[in-house]
């Protein structure tokens, strides 16, 4: 499992949108993050469409978080950027293979692990982690 250079930068900027009492403009947020506006803003309108973040238009407008960071999770965030967690990536989408017994005895352990990792990521609230970063 790897977890793209969208979904770290999506985390990353909705941890500090969490941090923030206030939307922050994507110029704001891609200077305090040190990241690409232009990469940010494509990040930020799928989460917007997500329902994620909201975005409001004006001086005082700018992005913030839909929902409070504690109803929030990692989990979240990175399975709308990155889609589902995939161990094992079979040649058929969606399809194990259980050529022998063994290899449908391995297939459960795949699952298994990623059906922990999105339990773990879905524990992570926006909350938790942006008070761990302060």
Request: glycine share 6%.
């Amino acid at each position: 499992m790897k977890v793209s250079k969208k979904a770290y930068y999506g985390l990353r900027a909705s941890i500090a949108l969490a941090q923030s009492d206030r939307p922050l403009s994507i110029r704001a947020l891609a200077e305090s993050e040190h990241l690409p506006e232009d990469y940010l803003e494509k990040i930020l309108q799928t989460l917007r469409k997500a329902g994620l973040v909201e975005a409001t238009k004006g001086v005082t407008g700018g992005y913030a978080l839909a929902r409070s960071p504690k109803e929030t999770s990692a989990w979240d965030i990175l399975h709308v950027l990155d889609g589902p967690i995939e161990m094992f990536n079979p040649p058929v989408k969606g399809a194990l293979p259980c050529l022998q017994v063994s290899h449908c005895q391995t297939n459960q352990v795949w699952r298994t692990l990623e059906g922990k990792i999105e339990e773990t990521l879905s524990d992570i609230s926006l909350e938790h982690l942006s008070h761990n970063a302060r």
